[in-house]
């Protein structure tokens, strides 16, 4: 018997749904910085970088065109994302399209605020004296948040051990 239990998240239901185990003070806060997000989208700030990576980084031109091209889909995409979760951030239970929309926009504020916090992923101590002790408390926890997701996902995945392959 372990020690502890993992409180799960986001939990695959029977009909394929998923149910959502957050308070509402959870919700109100991935709402928030979900706008804090789609704000940034505009922006060419440092921080918003790894949201808009380089394709091309050997050919500075070709790179130029295709972040023309790309970029506003990218925004759009993501503008889209963040009107889902406000959407439906009171629902108790969200479908695979809406659950995926959750984990990508809570990675890029993952992927943002790893970015102003300059975090590397081969050491991160958190020191307690450090002065944004809350942005990195944060950082774990839209971590945890994409992680309990990945895992709630992928549990509904057909094992690949089962499939009889042709």
Do not use: C
């Not at 918003?48 to 925004?75: C, H, K, M, N, S």
Request: charged letters at 30%; hydrophobic letters at 35%.
């Amino acid at each position: 018997m372990p020690l502890f239990r993992r409180h799960l998240l986001f939990v695959p239901l029977d009909d394929g749904s998923y149910a959502v185990k957050l308070s509402q003070e959870a919700r109100h806060g991935i709402v928030t910085l979900a706008q804090q997000l789609d704000d940034l989208l505009d922006t060419d700030l440092p921080e918003t970088r790894r949201l808009f990576p380089t394709a091309y980084p050997e050919d500075p031109e070709r790179d130029a065109g295709y972040q023309v091209f790309a970029r506003q889909q990218l925004i759009d995409k993501r503008r889209d994302a963040v009107e889902l979760i406000r959407s439906t951030a009171s629902k108790d239970r969200l479908t695979e399209d809406e659950l995926s929309a959750w984990m990508g926009v809570l990675n890029d504020l993952r992927l943002v605020l790893g970015t102003m916090l300059d975090v590397s992923e081969d050491d991160y101590d958190i020191d307690s004296d450090d002065p944004n002790i809350d942005s990195h408390m944060l950082y774990r926890y839209l971590g945890e948040l994409v992680h309990n997701i990945v895992e709630a996902l992928t549990t509904s995945l057909p094992d690949p051990e089962d499939e009889s392959t042709p």
